[in-house]
C-alpha cells in the first residue's frame, strides 16, 4: 500500500527475505530467476545446469557394495525427475550399480576429517568451480573450528556460493557426542548468518 492508501499489489507474498546489505546485481537477477523460473534454471542463473559438488567423507563418497550408503544417486534422480537441472561436479567418480543413471562426480574422501578437507578444498573449487556445495563432514572427528575453517575457505574463494551443510548422522549405538557436535553445528552456522551470506543447515536422513 503506498502513501495515499492505494493497494498496488495484486496477490499474496509466499516468502520475505530481509538483508543487512545491498545484494550485488549478481544476486538481484538470481533472485529474480528464481520467482520466475524456478531452480530448473532460476537462482543459480539460467545460463547452464546448477553445478552442485558433493562434500564430505564416506558417506557422501558411499560403498560399492551398497549404494544406499551415499545419498548421492537418489537425490540426482529425484531432482532430475522433478525437472531441476544440475551437475554434480568433483574429482572423484564411482561406479556403483544402482539400476539407474545419475552423475558420478563427487568429492566424497573416506575416513576423511574436516581438516584434510579444509587443506585440500581451495584446489578442488577451482578445478570444478561449484555453485553450490552440499557438506556433510564431521564423522572422523568432531572438530567445529575446522568445519568453519572449510566455510572459511569457501567465502574466499566465492561468497556467492550456497552451501547447505548437513548435521552429521549420528552413530550405532547412538553417540552423545555427535549430538552435542550437531548442536554446535547448529550454533556456528547462526553465528555467521550476521554476515548475510548463504547459509543453509539440514539434517541429512
Same mark, same amino acid.
Given at each position: 500500500?503506498n502513501?495515499?492508501?492505494?493497494?498496488?499489489?495484486q496477490?499474496e507474498?509466499?516468502?520475505?527475505?530481509?538483508?543487512?546489505?545491498?545484494?550485488?546485481?549478481?544476486?538481484?537477477?538470481?533472485?529474480?530467476?528464481?520467482?520466475s523460473?524456478?531452480?530448473r534454471?532460476?537462482?543459480?542463473?539460467?545460463?547452464?545446469?546448477?553445478?552442485?559438488?558433493?562434500?564430505?567423507?564416506?558417506?557422501t563418497?558411499?560403498?560399492?557394495?551398497?549404494?544406499?550408503w551415499?545419498?548421492?544417486?537418489?537425490?540426482?534422480q529425484?531432482?532430475?525427475?522433478?525437472?531441476?537441472d544440475?551437475?554434480?561436479?568433483?574429482?572423484?567418480?564411482?561406479?556403483?550399480?544402482t539400476?539407474?543413471?545419475?552423475d558420478?562426480?563427487?568429492?566424497?574422501?573416506?575416513g576423511?576429517?574436516?581438516?584434510?578437507?579444509?587443506?585440500?578444498i581451495?584446489?578442488?573449487?577451482?578445478?570444478?568451480?561449484? %555453485?553450490? +556445495? &552440499?557438506?556433510? @563432514?564431521? $564423522?572422523?572427528?568432531? #572438530?567445529?573450528?575446522? /568445519? %568453519?575453517? +572449510? &566455510?572459511?575457505? @569457501?567465502? $574466499?574463494?566465492?561468497? #556467492?556460493i550456497?552451501? /547447505?551443510?548437513?548435521?552429521?548422522?549420528?552413530?550405532?549405538?547412538?553417540?552423545?557426542?555427535?549430538t552435542?557436535?550437531?548442536?554446535?553445528?547448529?550454533?556456528?552456522?547462526?553465528?555467521?548468518?550476521?554476515?548475510?551470506?548463504?547459509?543453509s543447515?539440514?539434517?541429512?536422513?
Amino acid at each position: 500500500m503506498n502513501s495515499s492508501g492505494v493497494d498496488n499489489f495484486q496477490g499474496e507474498l509466499d516468502e520475505l527475505a530481509i538483508y543487512n546489505r545491498a545484494l550485488s546485481e549478481v544476486t538481484l537477477r538470481q533472485h529474480y530467476l528464481d520467482g520466475s523460473e524456478g531452480l530448473r534454471r532460476g537462482y543459480q542463473g539460467c545460463q547452464s545446469n546448477i553445478k552442485v559438488m558433493p562434500l564430505g567423507d564416506s558417506i557422501t563418497r558411499g560403498n560399492a557394495a551398497i549404494p544406499r550408503w551415499s545419498y548421492r544417486p537418489y537425490l540426482f534422480q529425484d531432482l532430475t525427475n522433478s525437472g531441476i537441472d544440475i551437475d554434480f561436479v568433483g574429482g572423484l567418480t564411482d561406479n556403483y550399480n544402482t539400476g539407474f543413471v545419475y552423475d558420478r562426480n563427487h568429492e566424497g574422501h573416506s575416513g576423511w576429517t574436516p581438516a584434510q578437507v579444509a587443506a585440500n578444498i581451495m584446489s578442488w573449487l577451482k578445478n570444478s568451480k561449484p %555453485e553450490m +556445495i &552440499l557438506l556433510h @563432514i564431521g $564423522t572422523n572427528e568432531l #572438530n567445529i573450528a575446522d /568445519v %568453519e575453517s +572449510i &566455510l572459511n575457505i @569457501i567465502d $574466499t574463494y566465492n561468497e #556467492n556460493i550456497v552451501v /547447505v551443510l548437513a548435521r552429521i548422522i549420528n552413530q550405532v549405538p547412538y553417540n552423545p557426542a555427535v549430538t552435542r557436535f550437531n548442536g554446535n553445528l547448529t550454533t556456528m552456522v547462526n553465528n555467521r548468518s550476521g554476515t548475510g551470506l548463504s547459509w543453509s543447515i539440514r539434517s541429512l536422513r
